[in-house]
């Protein structure tokens, strides 16, 4: 661990905290712009959700300019999505224009949530690559808090109708320094490799403090030479229908948990159950910060605990906590409990599908197919997450207790399919969890036909 793999590592995460700074800055404006463009609760979830669509459209597309332009490069792009995106919506001059400023940013949030993470595990040494690869969803959390504190603070200069343009313009200020920071820092050695520009990843092996460096460089030779001569499988093939189907089931839970829906419309919720908005702000830094502590707390259990007794653990604790919202708002009660009720959901969402998701997606496809696979998996979680960010604040329109019910119910659901069909994948080998799904023998079965 030298100087410039560490300022490698944070730089490559700091991709993740504008990821959670953009996607949740959203919550602290949402009343500024239902005034400001008289939106009714239908047009307020295209407004908010137009991102999350350009987020699913990034993360698919951004594999294939990574390939061409490297890491580093591509993250670059993302950068320069975000300055693009936070400037725009600060300038916005109608309601037009922010929606095609927020899609644009969206797809700065989607390719750096693929991108961050591949830059940052290739660069990464073997033993520390968990740890140093967690740090981006640590920062994801760490830019939702921010993004929360942000607009605690515009919120105290009671700014009016402008409000709105300094809370979605002050990401602008992160996505320079990111910019900025990308140009300090070196192409992966794996990359370069593809491009067969040896010397060039020998010098950054080299300076980036790897102990045997001409061992490590002809590892990755040799590995990129294999993947070359390995044929492109399809992954629509019946052997691969388990794997598929939790992989799209995970990513899809992971929304119908409702996490981000609160998330985007934290203030908003605070607002339906008669909280003023400072006080509805204040409460959003707590509900960030819980978030963060609890993400911290999670990284550090999930390989002892083990991926499915957290879902589990997490399910039934997200059922107790989303009734109990349910509940308040249809007593109608104007209760402090509404906050403790989302911090004990956050809590349990944070230790289960916040920490178990992405993991358990990137371990249960064999290795040809593991891109695609991921890709299945973060496809169905961002496709979700957009349909429930347009509708929810429809739902809530009518009932503000029923999306929580919903989300409540969902919960339940995936505690009965988890604990009857989810494999458990703690402590085993990527070629073992394989094994476990009959890959290894339907791929010899075919080979007989």
Not at 188 to 202: F, G, K, P, Y
Not at 293 to 310: H, N
Request: proline share 3%.
């Amino acid at each position: 661990m030298n100087r410039i793999l560490v300022k490698s590592t944070l730089v490559g995460a700091l991709g993740g905290l504008l990821f959670g700074f953009d996607t949740a800055v959203i919550a602290g404006s949402t009343r500024s712009l239902t005034h400001t463009f008289s939106l009714t609760p239908f047009w307020l979830g295209v407004t908010v959700s137009v991102a999350l669509w350009g987020t699913a459209i990034g993360a698919l597309s951004s594999g294939e300019l990574g390939e061409r332009l490297g890491g580093r490069g591509a993250l670059r792009v993302m950068a320069a999505l975000y300055l693009i995106s936070s400037l725009g919506c600060a300038f916005a001059w109608n309601w037009d224009a922010l929606l095609v400023f927020r899609f644009i940013g969206g797809l700065g949030i989607g390719g750096s949530s693929v991108l961050g993470p591949v830059y940052i595990a290739e660069m990464s040494p073997a033993k520390w690559r968990g740890r140093m690869v967690g740090l981006f969803q640590v920062m994801v959390v760490t830019g939702i808090l921010i993004a929360y504190f942000s607009n605690f603070c515009v919120a105290q200069f009671h700014l009016g109708n402008a409000e709105w343009h300094w809370q979605l313009g002050i990401p602008a200020l992160p996505a320079l320094l990111f910019l900025i920071l990308l140009y300090g820092i070196p192409r992966s050695s794996r990359w370069l490799v593809t491009q067969n520009r040896v010397e060039e990843a020998r010098e950054v092996l080299a300076m980036i403090g790897t102990p045997d460096t001409e061992a490590e460089l002809n590892e990755i030779v040799r590995s990129v030479h294999r993947d070359r001569s390995q044929k492109r499988e399809a992954i629509l093939q019946r052997k691969y229908l388990f794997p598929i189907f939790l992989a799209v089931a995970t990513g899809m839970f992971n929304q119908l948990a409702g996490i981000n829906a609160i998330l985007y419309y934290l203030n908003s919720i605070f607002a339906s159950a008669g909280f003023n908005q400072m006080s509805s702000s204040g409460q959003a830094v707590i509900i960030g910060f819980t978030n963060l502590v609890a993400t911290l707390f999670a990284m550090s259990i999930i390989d002892k605990v083990g991926r499915k007794k957290l879902l589990l653990v997490g399910a039934v604790g997200m059922i107790f906590c989303l009734g109990g919202v349910g509940w308040l708002f249809q007593s109608g009660a104007r209760s402090a409990w509404l906050l403790w009720l989302l911090v004990g959901y956050i809590i349990f969402f944070a230790i289960s599908q916040g920490a178990v998701v992405w993991v358990y997606i990137s371990e249960i496809f064999p290795n040809k197919v593991r891109a695609k696979g991921q890709s299945l998996g973060a496809s169905a979680n961002w496709i979700t997450n957009a349909l429930i960010a347009w509708f929810f604040p429809l739902v809530a329109a009518r009932s503000h207790a029923m999306p929580f019910y919903g989300f409540a119910a969902m919960m339940a659901l995936q505690f009965v399919l988890v604990l009857w069909l989810w494999p458990e994948t703690k402590g085993a080998t990527l070629e073992q969890i394989q094994a476990r799904f009959k890959i290894d023998l339907l791929e010899g079965d075919a080979s007989h036909k």
